[in-house]
């Protein structure tokens, strides 16, 4: 992951790297550093952990120059210290680099047996020596980097600056997205449009395997084999002010009470609410009717969306949906045929593991389609539709509005499907609408359980282990419940379907251990009724998420029970999700830890 930034300036840059890399914070935050060029010498400040430390310094000690590159970073090789914060540098190039260079043992160990001296425990060292040491044989710049270029293997986007050269800065791409800013009579480099929302709206994307050299009168862009190619500049709307947390303490709570309005945006593009139709807001490029088999790909929290479609697409339109994490399905080499339609769900819509799985479908033959929320990213730029979620920029790592979004969306596309099929009739689909329509209120409705929840945090947060069940599609909730408390309380959790709780987890279940049951009142909730008298049997402590009619029916004495409002079964998860996310977010807040950017984990995360 890690987020990069360079820029050409005509004023001194250190501040406007600074504002910049705030912006790419989600992208890491266990150490940040920028380096410039002053009076043509390259010289640095870094510091360990979150921006306002690498603030401090550079109060402490200004850094001047027109010309700087800066990172922001999620530690892959080599502990998150101030040593191995970027840039690093020698006296004569310094290099910021998001990924990681997979032959770095290699190319170090060659670089030591000729008598490198190596100062960090990072894979980005050996880039700054590969082409210091060219530099010192007297290569140029470009030429030393065209050269090293060539001996690096891995995922990896590069910014790279260099002493005497004030007018010049080279990035490259291969794998982890690089934007190029376009300003008047300054360049800019950047993770993303983001990053340089403050300074340009006119952006180039590199694609894979570019690389480009920037002054401050323009860009030249090689491809893989070193041919100058153009890139569009576009136009980007990226908002120029960060994104701010209005009156909540956090981004995450933040977003989690946008919901309603965004996932009420979301149903806009793909209901059609006077007719009460589904409408895709693109073109499909294959007929439903056509499709033997879906495969969903995604990560984390997307998967778990993915997995809830899985129901959906399998109940409403009769099609068998096969469901992967990317990093598994990347490697499984899955046998997809041509005409199969592969589905990727993406908040960022860069995820190296999801984006590895679109490449390995396209090139099986299937229909690529995506569900992201960044519409300038990779996985939408590379796929052959893109289905948009609106949720907006999500600035907590821990995903909410992106999640039921998500749902949103692919509720819309499994209704598509189930019409296009004719597994669902005209007054069917009517009715399903109809359903969705009722989603954003029934959203705001269930974010007036959060004084109960508040409460119930506080118990939670007394526990070592919470247990999460659920049938049908509240088992996927029961999954996301587990990793948004974990992620960012730090609380150990498990999500498990309620029946398979007699295989084994209920040996856990003992007067400690909280046991939330996501169970709105449908088919299957007398067999969920049943699971519970299993662990009330065994002292469990049970925390039952449903509505007034499974309260009444529940008949089980449970140490609270959250009231849902009322609501058919088949959509519930968009709305059940909201006590869920509600209940990790107060329980992180009284164990104190940082909501927004929890230990260890990053936003995008753009490595394996
Ligand atoms: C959890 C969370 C992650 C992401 C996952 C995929 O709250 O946010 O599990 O869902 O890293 O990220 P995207 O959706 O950007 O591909």
Known sequence: MCGIVGILGRAPVAEQLVDSLKRLEYRGYDSAGVATLENGALARRRAEGKLKNLEARLEAKPLGGHTGIGHTRWATHGRPTENNAHPH??????????????????????????????????????????????????????????????????????????????????????????????????????SDAIALGP?????????????????????????????????????????????????????????????????????????????????????????????????????????YAGFVAKYWLERLARLPVELDVASEFRYREAPLRKGDLAVFISQSGETADTLAALRYAKAQGAYTLSVVNVPTSTIARESEVVLPTL????????????????????????????????????????????????????????LT????????????????????LGRGTSYPLALEGALKLKEISYIHAEGY?????????????????????????????????????????RGGKIILMTDARGAAEATIQSLVTIVMPDMGATFAPMVYAVPVQLLAYHTAVVMGTDVDQPRNLAKSVTVE
């Open 89 to 190: 540098a020698t006296e004569r190039v310094a290099v910021v680099h998001n990924g990681i260079i997979e032959n770095f043992r290699e190319l170090r160990e060659g670089l030591e047996a000729k008598g490198t001296v190596f100062s960090t425990e990072t894979d980005t060292e050996v880039v700054v020596h590969l082409v210091d040491n060219l530099l010192k044989g007297g290569v140029a710049p470009v030429e030393a980097v065209r050269a090293v270029l060539s001996q690096l293997r891995g995922a990896f986007a590069l910014g790279l600056i260099f002493a005497g050269e004030d007018d010049l800065m080279i990035g490259a791409r291969n794998g982890p997205p690089l934007a190029i800013g376009h300003g008047d009579g300054e360049m800019y480099l950047g």
């Open 391 to 446: 949720a907006g920029p999500e600035i907590g790592v821990a995903s909410t509005k992106a999640f039921t979004c998500q749902l949103m969306v692919l509720a819309s596309l499994a209704v598509a499907a189930g019409k296009a099929r004719g597994e669902l009739s005209d007054a069917d689909e009517a009715k399903l609408v109809h359903s969705l329509v009722e989603i954003p209120r029934l959203m705001s409705e269930a």
């Open 449 to 468: 359980t959060e004084p109960h929840i508040e409460k119930l945090a506080r118990e939670i947060s007394k526990s070592r282990d919470v247990l999460y």
């Open 199 to 303: 300074f340009t709206d006119t952006i180039s994307y590199l694609e894979d395997g570019d690389w480009v050299v920037l002054n401050r009168k323009g860009a030249t862009i090689f491809d893989k084999d070193n041919a100058i190619v153009h890139r569009e500049a576009i136009k980007h709307l990226t908002a120029t002010a960060l994104v701010d947390k209005a009156n909540y303490r956090h981004f995450m709570a933040k977003e989690i009470h946008e919901q309603p309005e965004v996932v009420g945006h979301t149903l806009a593009r793909y209901v059609d609410m006077a007719t009460e139709r589904v409408t895709m807001p693109v073109k499909l490029p294959f007929d439903f009717k056509n499709i033997q088999r879906v495969s969903i790909t995604a990560c984390g929290t997307a998967s």
């Open 497 to 537: 379907a309620a029946g398979e709780l007699k295989h084994g987890p209920i040996a856990l279940i003992d007067e400690h251990m909280p046991v939330v049951v996501i169970a709105p009142y449908d088919k299957v909730f007398e067999k969920t009724v049943s699971n519970m008298q299993e662990v009330a049997a």
